[in-house]
């Protein structure tokens, strides 16, 4: 007996993301949606032409759900042309990055099928963006001379260790980092310190780091910061490993604080990075679009109302 039509589903994937498997089960991944109801517009993240001029040109009444499949960068593309062009449909994920720490906080599985299942439920979770001079990130925004650690990572060990891979690169970058001059202004106040590296979190993890920001929430109208100030190099490899296991807030090297809006200014043309692409040089102007978006999570283990 023929299903049901429920409506369509607007298929945002990248072919590349993580070890490319995710092209592979294309077909399967379309099989799956009509069998719920579901007719498929799929669009590849490629550069014939970007998600933001089809999101110029998208009628969103059109379109029940968006699916995206790939990793925190694909997410970052199609959530800031979303939002510039002021579409609110609600998004399924299909995790097929490296990292997908954006994903691994709404607790959504790499596995195809379980994601599958959950892109294609009805349970949805509000959630946080970060915003940052005319621009959306997802998950983070960090600073500083170890921001390239994800780019100069190399993607056959990426693809092999996963997370692990990001462990050993920043380890390797130690001998080389030196401390930068920042000046962050909050709503209550002027912090200046000198910085090896910093981030500015939506999320929890950033590059395989779980528990970089283990007190952020997307959902609470702030943004996380936390900055590793200037130290002797032989306290910063110590510093590593409780970064990995997330008690180094409480580090008298780590500066970390909640805030509704900042601004970071520097002396130094410093490089930035945005939910894993190149981001904007400073300064640079944060605040929280609170609640701008719908993420669709397990009824199982997601502990959040719509």
């Not at 500083?144 to 891979?165: F, I, R």
């Given at each position: ?22 092209k592979e089960n294309l077909d399967h991944i379309i099989e799956r ?260 978006l719908r993420v669709f999570v397990s009824a199982e283990t997601w502990h959040y109302d719509d």
């Amino acid at each position: 007996m023929p299903k049901k039509f429920k409506g369509r589903i607007f298929l945002y994937y990248n072919p590349f993301s993580g070890s490319g498997v995710f092209k592979e089960n294309l077909d399967h991944i379309i099989e799956r949606c009509q069998a719920a109801g579901y007719v498929v517009m799929p669009m590849r993240a490629a550069d014939d032409f970007t998600i933001h001029e089809v999101m110029e040109r998208l009628d969103p009444s059109e379109f029940d759900r968006l699916i995206v499949a790939g990793g925190d960068g694909t997410l970052n593309r199609c959530i800031d042309a979303m939002v510039k062009n002021d579409i609110d449909i609600p998004i399924g994920i299909l995790p097929s990055g490296t990292a997908n720490d954006f994903a691994f906080y709404f607790e959504l599985k790499n596995d195809l099928e379980e994601a599958l299942d959950v892109a294609l439920g009805d349970k949805t979770t509000k959630a946080d963006l970060g915003f940052v001079n005319g621009r959306c990130f997802v998950n983070v925004c960090a600073m500083g001379n170890m921001v390239d650690v994800s780019q100069k990572t190399d993607p056959t060990l990426k693809n092999a260790l996963g997370p692990l891979a990001y462990y050993l690169k920043a380890a390797s970058e130690l001998p080389q980092v030196h401390a930068i001059p920042i000046k962050m202004t909050t709503q209550t106040e002027v912090i200046e310190e000198e910085i090896y590296f910093m981030t500015i979190m939506n999320g929890e993890s950033a590059g395989g780091f779980r528990k970089l920001s283990p007190k952020s929430s997307m959902s609470d109208g702030k943004l996380d910061v936390v900055a590793f100030k200037k130290m002797p190099i032989v306290e910063f490899g110590p510093l590593l490993f409780e970064v990995i296991s997330g008690t180094h807030p409480k580090n008298k090297n780590v500066l970390y604080f909640q805030t509704e809006t900042l601004r970071v200014e520097s002396i130094e043309d410093i490089p930035t990075d945005f939910d894993g692409e190149k981001g904007e040089k400073l300064p640079l102007d944060f605040s929280v679009l609170n609640g701008r978006l719908r993420v669709f999570v397990s009824a199982e283990t997601w502990h959040y109302d719509d």
